[in-house]
Every structure is written in structure tokens, then in C-alpha cells.
């Protein structure tokens, strides 16, 4: 790897790597206006095609830039016309690549470095090679495309029950210091949504609250960790999609707010992220008609993204678009439209289109026809080009073994990890003191409830996890998936292995008020055996389990929250968490059962 190395810096070094920027912009005007010099001209020698290309984040299949697998090679066939992710590279000239773990991109960390290498290898090869700025959604709880032995953090919604900016920061930091070592520089993290809409459907526990403010701080503190650590954040998604009951990746929601809503409950925590210094913004493929009646979604909305977010907002760093594979921003218009349009609104980056071909020969024709000028791609082509300088990529894309080594799920960043996650477990409900359990008197305990599938990396099922905590901790654990929607036949199940027990522990997930889960805990209740409830996703589910005498809440049913909800349980931590977001009542909405701050400790 060294000698190719040397041998792709030196062939390159009249270009990139010898224009690298020393300087981040912001350490004065006079080496800004420097770098930039040294950049535009790395921009004037480029073709339009090549400058066509950089504008584009591509997903690729395999976990080797040159060799994956036939799967794989057949995958990028079928999507890209391409067999590898260098021949994508070679083809497109791509600026960016992002990371899935459907896509193979991402098995262990040493793997993920290796192919991060391979795509700079093929990047630098290129004439005028630019090396690819490599980024993914490393949010951490419910979505992370980078699983164990990387640490994973918490969500933000378990961050803000924590409620600590501190906590927040070291999860970002440690984070962003992970992906670096592993090739990857831009996190699209974290999620600036202020969740609103307890029946929002693609948000919610992803959002650190429903408090504007409480939510701008922690967007703010985790931009400092992930950015100190090299890593670009990018907060999304803008103009703010929490409060919604559509999911943008199969529909196109619109957000009712009115500007004045908009300005007191969605900007506060983009504000804080530009003033933190962020490094880019995602677009919501939403529609706001307060921001701008057109009907567009904002991620084609130049009202929206030039007009308040670049001028009212005062934001000049870069604006990558969310997926243009998803429906919300495919609706209006067709694939060949959508590209054109985002540039036309104020985009840097387009991400993700569902077929490259026709995204990067749409921007084409529309440049060399007249709608778009080369100027216009050039201005978008510097915000990303500063970025790589900022993160050192045009001075050394490459990592190393030993960085992985050194850096990935070292035994100091999971214990961080546990402690922060053991600061985040909510206790809502604690009647007549049953938590924390003790080994003497409820020695043997029932594992029951929900199962959904384990997010990215994380061991799994729920159940699973949870009771090997117990056990671990002394307790004797018996475990029973019973899953979302149990049968009746499942339940009878769990009601007659209920009576074997001491105590039972049930996991909810997304309980409403026709729920198979009701019934579950009302069977097990009726046995008279002490229920405890833990919420393996969003808190709101006490509202429709009044029996229960003991509700945790984790906010996630990832490995490491879950084990914390079991210390916390069984008494090895005291649960310090605090609802960020109000629960309402089951029988009548507009009433508050648990306010926000809510949470009982002992």
C-alpha cells in the first residue's frame, strides 16, 4: 500500500496533493483567499465532464473497490453499468462515495479501510485524479451502516434523555475518530429534526427531542465532537422533518408549520450548527408552503435553500441533497429533472440518484444547453473541494492497519459508550418500588416481547440481549421472542411460562392502541407475577400499558442501550434519564401523561 502510495502522491502532485490546503479556511481571510486560488485552479483544468462527476455521492456494491463479489459485480451492472467501484470512479469521476451496509460496503473495520484505500487508489490513478470524499449515515441507535466491534453510541433521542452536551460531544468525537480511521470522512450525522409528532413514522427516536432549544444544543456539542475528530457532520434534515406522519422515502409529506412555527420550533438547531461551525447540510425532501408555495420540495427549492438557508441563515458550507432515490423528492418531477433542479435551488452534492447515468447526463445536457452554467458547477465544485482540503484528504486520503488498530472499538471507547448509555435509561413508572430487582427475590425472570430486526452491527434479537445481561448480572434467564404482533397461541405461551418465574421482562415496541402487545402484557399481568416493561424503541408505548407497575424507557434496541436499561433495572446504575419529548395520553391526546423532564430515579 506505501509504495502505491508515494508512487500516486508524486504522479499527482501537480495537482492535488500538492495544492493541499494547510489551512482551514476559517484560520484567516488572507490563506482562505489563498486556498481557494490554489483550488480554482485544480477546478479550471477540470473537463465539464469531470466537473459533472464531483458533484455526485454514488452508493457502489462489494467490499473491494476491484474485486467483489459476483453478486456484487452483477448488483453494479444491473444499477451503475459499472462492475466495481473503481470502474464507477474511472467512469463517472465521482466525488463522492457513500457507505451502506446492504451494499457489502461495510463488513469489519479493517475491510472498510482496505476499501476505502482502493477507491483513493483509483481516484488518484485518474488523469487529474481528486481523491473521493467517502461518507455515510453513522448516526448511531437506529441507524449506523457500521456495526461491532465499532462502538456504538446511544441515539439522539437516548442522548437526549441524557440530556448532557458533554456526553453528546464524546459520542460524536469518538465516533467521527472511528470512521476517520476507517477511510470514512463525512458522517451524515446528526439529525437536527425537532420531533414534534409522536406519530411521526421516520424521525422520531432518530431526534433528540421536541424541545427546540434542548435539541440545538446537542446538534450543536455532537457537530464539535465529530468535526474535532476530522470528521465533516452534516445535520439534516433541512428545513426540519419532524413534525410529520409521512415518511419521505415512500411518500411526500408536507409540514403545516407557518413561518413564524418554522422560525421558533425547526431553525433553532440548524442555527446552532452553522454557528458550531458545520461543515454541510442535508435537504428534507418535504414540502413547506409557508417557506415556499410552489408546491417543489425543498430540496429542489431555491426560496429554501438559497434564500433562507445561504442568505437568511448566513450558511456557506456544503448542501448535499438526502437520497434522490427516495419517492418524496421523485413525485413531482422525473429523475432527469430532479438533479437540475437541486442545482438550479443552491445543492452542492447530489446523492444517491437511482440511475447515475441519467442524473449526471441530465446536469450535462443542462449545462452545455444553457440551463445551468459552468460558473454555477464551479461554485458548488469549491465548497466541496475546501471541504476535502479541510479534512486533509488532498494531502493523504489513505489509513492505515495500525490506525484501525489503535482507533476501532478499543476497550476505553466502549466503556464510554456503556456509561454514557447507563445516563440516558428513563424511568417512567416504579409503583410500589419493584425496581430495582434483586437477585434474592426475583431470581428467575421471563424475557418476552418484541423482536424487530437488530439495527446495523448490533448482536441481537432484543430478547436475546437482554437476558444475557441478566444472566451476566446473576439472575436466571429464560427468553421467549414473542414478537410484534403476537398470536394467541404465543401468548398463552409466554401466560403459562409466566408461572415458572419470579419475575417477567417485556420489551414493547410501538405499542398502539389495537396492538397483539396489549394483550400480551394484560395476560401477564393477570398472572399476578410482577411485570416489569421496557420501551425497546419509542417511550410513548406506557401510555397504552396503564397496569404495568415498572416502565423503562431505551430509546433504541441496540446491544448497548439495552444492557444499560438491565443495570439500571437490576440496580447496578441509577437510572438518571429525563423524557425529551412529552407522552400523551392514550385516551385523549391533547393531554400530557408524562411531560418532558419526566423520570424517576432511586
Partial sequence: MHTSRRTLLAATAGAAAALAAGTPASAGTATAVHDDKRLRALIARMTLEEKVGQLFVMRVYGHSATEPDQADVDANLAEIGVRTAAELIAKYRVGGIIYFGWAHNTREPHQIAELSNGIQRAALAQPRGLPVLISTDQEHGIVARVGAPATLFPGAMALGAGGSRTDARTAGRIGGAELRAMGVRQDYAPVADVNVNPANPVIGVRSFGSDPEAVAGLVAAQVKGYQGAGVAATSKHFPGHGDTE????????????????????????????????IDSIMTAHIMVPALDPSGDPATLSRPILTGILRERLGYDGVVVTDSLGMEGVRTKYGDDRVPVLALKAGVDQLLNPPKLDVAWNAVLAAVRGGELTEARLDESILRVLRLKAKLGLLKDPYVTGRGVDRTVGIPSHLKAADRIAERTTTLLVNSGGLLPLSRRTHRKVLVVGADPASPSGTTGPPTTVLGAALTELGFTATVLSTGTAPSAATIAKAVAAAQDVDAVLVGTYNVTAASAQRTLVEQLLATGRPVVALAVRNPYDVAHLPGVKAYLAAYSWTDVELRAAVRVLAGRAAPRGRLPVPVQRADDPTRVLYPVGHGLTY
Fill in 246 to 277: 409521512t415518511d419521505s422515502h415512500y411518500g411526500f409529506p408536507v409540514i403545516e408549520h407557518t413561518e413564524a412555527q418554522w422560525e421558533e420550533l425547526d431553525a433553532p438547531p440548524f442555527r446552532a450548527a452553522i454557528a458550531a461551525g
